[in-house]
């Protein structure tokens, strides 16, 4: 046990030095001895090294190294696909007595870099544990491992009429684990609550090697401190999620939509008010797009426009989707909102319209989220995935305007557009910045001045897409000293050589 | 003295309810035909064609006098007449089926369009309809209509204008390699090709006015219409399953496998 004595002798002058805000001492780097241990309990293919005896040629790692946006670079010599939770326990408990860093992959689809090796971290890829450990069709508790991805979850519950209590773009590549460790948000957030809440159980194995089994399938379990909690979300940096269990909602068996035109933004939040108390159970989505991201998504050919007269005088839009258990019952409860909001004395909306048939129901849908398409093809996007209080949305996308206006930075020459739209429900703003090319400038003018508007109304700066690598820096922005601390223990504690997923999260 | 005036058009659009075209079609295990427990809405090219008339409105405006939607089907085809009203259809007539009662055949549904543009005071100027519905892809009630009328026909539209005061229409035809163009004399068949146009979203405003449009109830035996069906189903059966390929070791595994499927040099 040389190498363990060497380490935590290390570690505790690593402590001393800490207390006085120096940096860590760097990890160690993977070497054949390393690889020639792994070799005692994984099989050959679980390997994937540059490194002798293995000596693949370095593109073979290049889909871990690499984020899917070419935006975060790792330079690791080595990838690691353990089929068992005993083999993730061996490989961490290694990696801790030789002070290695590791970085546990998904299906690597995040924003954030939160997934990729900052240096030469080994990568622990969860791809082969894929196995669905039980499911059971009355409650709908579903016991996964954590490499198994989200489309094949989903399409598992699918023939015992449940879905998956979260859905994103990237489900036919991202990991169940990488959603639970990100607390990936999406679009069911609205209708099925956050991970913190549909996460009954984990498995995790800790920086030592531990496996911390709270893999419970009870709804209710008050029994002292709730410490899965800290996993959701920790994005792998106290430990690795090997095992998850996931309460699944019944299958919706009808679903309809509807986009209404709004003559005010002001307008937004006395409808939702509206909409929640009038469709109630039913209401799966009420998602926010001004007019501004609504014409470039209809500019790029993202959906089917809505015709002249009906956006006419229209500051911005809604869409408000219902998936309920009757279809005939969804479609009156929405007739009579639609009606009384026609209606009504003084009309919040304008006019909108209703998806007849499901190719329209994908049509409206397209208007909403393809506006992060048309986005790219517009210009350079600055991308702000931000909470803020929902009565400052118009607010904030205003003020970022006039704030580009006065720094002489709106025009063609640079910021053509500041566009908001985001997930109303989830008070989650997305908002973007559409600049002619990436520039000093701009990033000076919108940094940190968009994080200081957020800071100004509590909130946060990275509503769902996570802190990764990206935003470590602006994590005070939307979290206090005193939080930063403790978490700064939380995370010594756990993990006290710093070897999980290092330079994520805390910098 | 005034002018005589010019003759209104009054339009016919026959409208489908049929399983959307978004769900995947399931056979049901007796092989007799396939799950019908699923989304329905308007058959896509009945849709084109109702949008062709509120078009065709638009162009000639106060020419067109009336453009009425018919259905034959289920209670639940209200809800497909409903859509046509909301889209811009002044009025309709519902030929109702029981809810169990096999899909009618295009010809019982050719004779029931017959009957009902006979019975219309004002006379019908112009049928549009859906080439095909997409739950049997028949395709022949357009032509089994005009048969029965003595009209002339333009099938596969893609493009039609129409002249009111020479009573004709010229009417571009999808066919092989491009288009065709024709010109036909009023009253006339329009059957619907996808490039026709793209169907609108109903608004909200037109689907509240839509719940106030008149629909007029007719039972078969109303119009003296027999659905009894001709045609017997024997099967219904899912394409086989694709079989997807294998890896070989090398060239002469290949060849030998391409002699064994048969396959030689020429």
Known sequence: MLSLSRCTARSISLRALRAHHTQRPPLNSVTEHDLAHFAKFLDPPAILSTLPPVSLPADELDQFNNDWMGKYHGSSTTVLKPKTTQQV???????????????????????VGGSVPVKDEVIL?????????????????????????????TDYVAPHNHIMPIDLGAKGSCQIGGNVATNAGGLRLLRYGSLHGTVLGLEVVLPDGTILDQLTTLRKDNTGYDLKQL??????????????????????????????????????????????RQLSEILSAFEFIDRTAYDLAVKHGQGRALSDQEVEGAECFVLVETSGGRREHDEEKLADLLESLLEAEKPLINTGVLAQSPAQF????????????????????????????????????????????SKGLLGDHAVKHVIGYGHVGDGNLHLNIVAESYTPEIQDALEPYVYEVVASHRGSVSAEHG?????????????????????????DLFDPHGIMNPGKVLE | MRPSPVRLLNILVPVKRAVDYAVKIRVNPQQTGFDLNVKHSMNPFDEIAVEEAIRIRERLKDAV???????????????????????????????????????????????????IIKRQKDGVD???????????????????????????????ASKVDIDVAKKEAVVTREIDGGGEEIRCRLPLIVTTDLRLNEPRYASLPNIMKAKKKPVEKFSPG??????????????????PQRVGGGKVQDVDELVAKLKEAGITAA
Request: charged share 20%.
């Open chain 1, 89 to 111: 326990s061996e490989i961490v408990k290694w990696c801790n007595e030789r002070c290695i860093g590791i970085v546990p992959q998904g299906g690597n689809t995040g924003l």
């Open chain 1, 467 to 491: 802190i990764g690598a990206m935003k470590t820096h602006a994590l005070h922005y939307s979290k206090s000293d005193v939080s930063i601390a403790w978490m700064k223990k939380i995370k």
């Open chain 2, 65 to 115: 006098k009336s453009i009425k939607a018919v259905t034959i089907g289920p209670p639940k085809a209200l809800d497909t007449l409903r859509t046509a009203l909301a889209m811009g259809a002044d009025s309709s007539i519902h030929v109702e089926i029981p809810e169990s009662a096999p899909s009618p055949e295009p010809l019982a549904v050719a004779k029931t369009l017959q009957e």
């Open chain 1, 231 to 276: 996993f959701i979300g920790a994005e792998g940096t106290l430990g690795v999620i090997t095992g998850v269990s996931i309460l699944t909602p019944p299958a919706p068996q009808a679903s309809n939509n509807v986009i209404l035109a709004l003559p005010s933004f002001k307008n937004v939040l006395p409808l939702y008010e509206i909409v929640k």
């Open chain 2, 126 to 156: 112009l049928v549009i309809l859906g080439k095909q519905s997409i739950d049997d892809d028949l395709g022949m009630t357009g032509q089994m209509l005009a048969g029965l009328l003595g009209w002339p026909q333009a099938t596969f």
């Open chain 1, 125 to 153: 890829s969860l791809a082969n544990m894929n196995k669905v450990r039980s499911f059971d069709p009355v409650s709908g508790i579903l016991v996964a491992d954590a490499g198994c991805i989200l489309q094949s979850l």
């Open chain 2, 222 to 239: 109303d119009l003296g219409i027999d659905y009894t069906p001709r045609f017997e189903t024997l099967k219904v059966a899912e394409p």
């Open chain 1, 362 to 405: 994908a049509s409206l849908w397209a208007l909403r989220e393809g506006v992060t398409e048309a986005v790219s093809k517009e210009g350079k996007p600055y991308k702000y995935d931000i909470s803020v209080p929902l009565s400052t949305f118009q607010e904030v996308v205003d003020g970022t305007r006039e704030h580009l206006r």
